[in-house]
């Protein structure tokens, strides 16, 4: 296959296979984010420009590397936009995207975010609905996007391991002074 420029218009194919999803989930997307317009020619045929294909790359970061449901998505691309998901799916943001405000402005929306065994279902070829699994997607520069619920186990686990760190330290201690005492 021939390299296209990275201005080139892309395919619904390429850019599923770039994004490693099937079509029918960005037919799918379309009629969740009204901000996901390819250009549509004859016979209904989708281009998407590279613009749409950072769009599709910073929705999937938000829904599978994230954890962000739909809504949770479409708050995001109302209240921070267009730009700003973009950003994230052309690898400029690495941090997960700051939580969007509810309607008051003080807390995130419960239904923002899904555990990880209650992600958005997206439907298969025949319209059925599944649950994805969640993955540890890799990031811009090799990075490691997690799950909301994936880095809070990682920061639990790191939690447990600097107390281990800060007994071992104070038993150490205590052991180089009992030897202190006994040499002494």
């Known amino acids: 296959m021939v390299d296209k420029s990275p201005d080139a218009f892309r395919t619904i194919s390429e850019v599923a296979d770039d994004l490693d999803l099937p079509q029918h989930v960005l037919r799918f997307w379309e009629t969740r984010f ?11 045929r989708r281009y998407y420009r590279p613009d749409d294909v950072d769009l599709l790359r910073g929705v999937r970061q938000l829904l599978y590397g994230q954890g962000y449901t739909i809504k949770g998505v479409q708050r995001i691309l109302r209240e ?4 700003s998901v973009q ?33 958005e279902p ?16 890799a990031g811009p520069a090799g ?40 040499q002494g």
Do not use: H
């Open 34 to 44: 009204s901000q996901i317009r390819p250009l549509k020619r004859g016979g209904g």
């Open 143 to 182: 990075g490691i996007v997690l799950s909301p619920d994936a880095l809070r186990s990682l920061q639990s686990a790191l939690s447990e391991l600097l107390e281990c760190r800060r007994l071992l330290a104070a038993a150490r201690g205590q052991v180089g002074q009992d030897l202190e005492l006994e």
């Open 87 to 119: 950003a994230l799916g052309r690898g400029e943001i690495t941090a997960p995207m700051p939580p969007p405000r509810s309607a008051s402005g003080l807390e995130n929306d419960e239904d923002d975010f899904a555990p990880e065994d209650e992600r």
């Open 122 to 137: 997206i439907p298969d070829e025949d319209g059925q609905l599944s649950r994805p699994a969640m993955r540890v997607l």
């Open 80 to 83: 921070q936009g267009l730009r």
